[in-house]
């Protein structure tokens, strides 16, 4: 549950300077779920019906700009199954909505089995990620944290006082190692090059609420 990631998350940066707050902890959470779900996409499966032409209408639970088309059983029930091969579909934009064309039609009432992604769902009810993807997960959350605890230090220095600048250069090069260490556990724990781009501007449907279930604070977090 999402209390589980919040936890995670607060213990792996132990922030004793208290600069985190619960909003900042919450926001680096739902980059890293965007991020898991560009990485380890959540699969649905759902039978469409033909209506006797090459278009079919997107499944009811596609998400739109999200969601990515992985294949087309037709017809249902072979085995081995039989797929539409990827260069006779496509998604076909019309001017008030989207479709999946094909090459050839559908008779009428002839089921096709879709399979395609859609996001993660985490709230104080529901987790739909793998219970060992979560510390990977506040890992990376984690990481985003401390980069930003990284910068702040790194610039916050008096020059005027020698001593005080060394002092926070070295805690911003403390807070810079333990992120670079966390996002490599998240990599290495998927088995991801990360290297390889990832989509940006991915929304995530995370439910802000503390631990309790109540509304977010806005008080800094207490360790």
Same mark, same amino acid.
């Given at each position: 549950?999402l209390? $589980? ?39 649905? &499966?759902? $039978?469409l019906v033909?209506?006797g032409t090459?278009? %079919?209408?997107?499944?009811?639970g ?13 017809? &249902? ?6 797929f ?9 934009q ?17 089921? #096709?089995?879709?399979t ?5 769902? &985490?709230?104080? &009810? ?19 944290l ?12 008096d ?6 600048? #060394? ?13 670079s260490? %966390? ?9 991801? $090059? ?13 439910? #802000?609420? $503390? ?13």
């Open positions: 549950m209390s $589980d990631y919040q936890t995670l998350t607060d213990n792996l940066v132990r922030d004793d300077t208290t600069k985190i707050t619960v909003a900042d902890r919450d926001r680096a959470l739902g980059l890293a779920f965007a991020r898991y779900g560009k990485d380890r996409p959540r699969t649905k &499966v759902e $039978d033909g209506a090459n278009e %079919l209408a997107l499944p009811v596609w998400q739109e700009g999200f969601s990515d088309l992985k294949s087309l059983e037709h017809p &249902v029930g072979n085995i081995p199954p039989t539409i091969a990827p260069e006779f579909r496509r998604l076909y019309k001017p008030a909505s989207t479709v999946i064309q094909l090459d050839s039609a559908i008779g009428a009432g002839q089921a #096709v089995r879709t395609y992604t859609i996001r993660h769902q &985490v709230d104080g &009810v529901t987790d739909t990620i793998p219970v060992d993807d979560r510390e990977p997960i506040a890992s990376y959350a984690a990481a985003i401390l980069d930003e605890l990284a910068a702040f230090f790194s610039g916050a220095s020059s005027t006082i020698q001593a005080d600048a #060394v002092d926070h250069r070295s805690r911003g090069d403390q807070f810079a190692s333990r992120a260490r %966390l996002r490599k556990f998240y990599f290495d724990q998927l088995g991801i $090059d990360p290297k390889r781009e990832v989509a940006a501007g991915t929304v995530v449907e995370l439910d #802000v609420r $503390d631990s309790l279930g109540g509304p977010r604070m806005t008080h800094r977090l207490r360790r």
